[in-house]
């Protein structure tokens, strides 16, 4: 006797069709799982078993075979128990077959037969809408998410015993509706910063224009303080965002219960982070925190304490906006478009030009401590801010800082801007394109010239220069770039 249901394993971001086909015939007794199935779904015979003899449907004393096809996609995770189960259900003819049709299922099944979550949800919704499949049955905590797949039935069965009998007519499961969207990250506001408007501006132009951030600056003066509140400038993301994030949190595993981010990640790794935990990686590979801060911002504090090999590969992400992880049986991409904030020290005591507490560093010791971030990946900084020490007055000033709101009211006018104009942020323009928005006028050609030479600017110096000088045009709503935007811009370039 033979019969299938559809599934899907989620490989990266991305989610792949599965038939789950079961034949079941005389023999000696097996239950045998063939298909390139990885440890955990080997181990869902142990689970399907137990859960329909909690069913009250035990095994015949039969031969078993489950056929995970495609057979040359590995399968991993737990997902695959719901269908196994009632493909085995229907080929005993305890289910009719035609209630597979159409739908395709998944979720991880307890030793009682309860529904438990598992990564990916999202995903195998999106699928599942993209193969035109009209019903997915999901366990109860991944249901809030596939249900904000639009053009889906989603049904959410606590048990084995409940899909079951929805599926011979027994019990009407009612479809979910989308969760809430997940909650907000917690972000401070920067009324609650006191002086720093060198500072204050950078973070403002870094949020309108997605620019990447660097703040150098004695312990105290605020870095911290302030890159934790880059988030909060940020727009919420549109519908096409919201979905990407979405997938990149729900493959690692962090969305269980709720419907889309709306708002956009932060996230802020430890210096202590390996490697796979900043960029992705492992057996499977899942997404690392350059990942789950797409569109979003990744907070790097204290950049030099980060191991070199870490740093180094974020420079694949930060030019192309996607990390690729290659193992011997393939290679996984993960998006990774995200704003980078970092903060260091200027030297390893963090006094180094500091007025009024001498750095005490051994001769050599600064330089060592500043070649630990490498040229290359500090050109990766549109950015790059010098915060002083603050005064007595700004420590004791009673008056509040600017608020949150007000500076992201101006940062969401200058995007309008940008998109209006070439339909995508100024971070991301390069070439005839990027002078083609960033027109120059005349005297801001003269002084391109000489900023050029003075800074010892390569191209693709200039080109960050003339990115953020388009940004603070587009602050000031002004249609070229002039010189005193020009002028702002490069000096940015000194931190």
Do not use: W
């Not at 096409?240 to 493959?251: K, Q």
């Not at 010098?386 to 007595?392: A, E, I, N, Q, V």
């Not at 942020?425 to 083609?436: S, V």
């Amino acid at each position: 006797m033979l019969a299938h249901t559809l599934s899907a394993t989620v490989v990266g971001v991305d989610a792949l069709e599965v038939r789950v086909e079961v034949f079941v015939s005389g023999g000696l007794p097996s239950f045998t799982v063939v298909g390139l199935p990885g440890a955990a779904v080997q181990e869902s015979r142990e689970r399907v078993r137990a859960a329909l003899k909690h069913l009250g449907a035990a095994m015949p004393p039969s031969r078993i075979t489950v056929n995970l096809a495609p057979a040359d996609i590995r399968k991993e995770g737990p997902a695959f128990d719901l269908p196994i189960a009632l493909a085995l259900l229907a080929a005993e003819r305890r289910l009719p077959a035609r209630a597979l049709e159409g739908t395709l299922a998944f979720g991880e099944l307890a030793l009682d037969g309860t529904l438990r979550p598992v990564r990916g949800a999202i995903n195998i919704g999106l699928l599942a809408a993209e193969r035109g499949h009209r019903t997915v049955l999901a366990p109860p905590l991944n249901a809030p998410e596939v249900a904000a797949v639009k053009g889906l039935r989603v049904l959410a069965p606590r048990t084995l015993a409940e899909a079951a009998d929805h599926l011979r007519g027994r019990l009407v499961l009612v479809p979910c509706t989308p969760g809430p969207p997940a909650p907000a990250p917690s972000v401070p506001d920067l009324v609650d910063v006191r002086g720093q408007a060198g500072g204050r501006r950078a973070l403002e132009i870094a949020a309108a224009g997605a620019h990447n951030l660097l703040l150098t600056g004695p312990p105290g003066a605020g870095k911290t303080m302030l890159a934790r509140r880059l988030a909060g400038l940020l727009p919420p993301l549109t519908e096409e965002e919201a979905i990407e994030v979405t997938r990149i949190h729900s493959t690692a595993g962090l969305l269980a219960g709720h419907g889309l981010i709306r708002h956009p990640p932060l996230r802020s790794p430890h210096h202590s982070s390996s490697q796979g935990g900043v960029v992705g990686g492992g057996s499977p590979p899942r997404p690392g925190e350059a990942s789950l801060a797409h569109r979003g911002v990744l907070f790097m504090d204290e950049l030099p304490e980060f191991g070199r090999r870490t740093l180094e590969a974020l420079r694949q992400p930060l030019e192309e906006g996607r990390v690729t992880v290659s193992r011997v049986g393939g290679s996984v991409t993960f998006p990774a478009r995200f704003l980078l904030v970092a903060a260091r020290n200027p030297c390893a005591c963090g006094y180094d030009g500091d007025p009024l507490e001498p750095c005490v560093c051994p001769p050599g010791e600064r330089q060592r401590y500043q070649r630990r971030v490498s040229g290359p990946l500090l050109d990766r900084f549109d950015l790059r801010v010098r915060l002083p020490r603050l005064t007595p007055a700004e420590v004791l000033a009673r008056a509040p800082g600017e608020a949150s709101a007000a500076v992201a009211r101006r940062v969401l006018a200058a995007r309008h801007r940008m998109l209006e104009r070439q339909g995508a942020l100024n971070a991301a323009l390069a070439g005839a394109e990027l002078r083609r928005s960033a027109a120059l006028t005349s005297g801001a050609h003269r002084l391109a010239h000489e900023l050029i030479g003075r800074l010892r600017l390569t191209g693709r110096g200039y080109e960050r220069v003339l990115r953020v000088a388009r940004t603070v045009a587009d602050l000031a709503g002004e249609r070229g770039v002039g010189e005193a935007q020009l002028a702002e811009a490069a000096a940015y370039r000194d931190g």
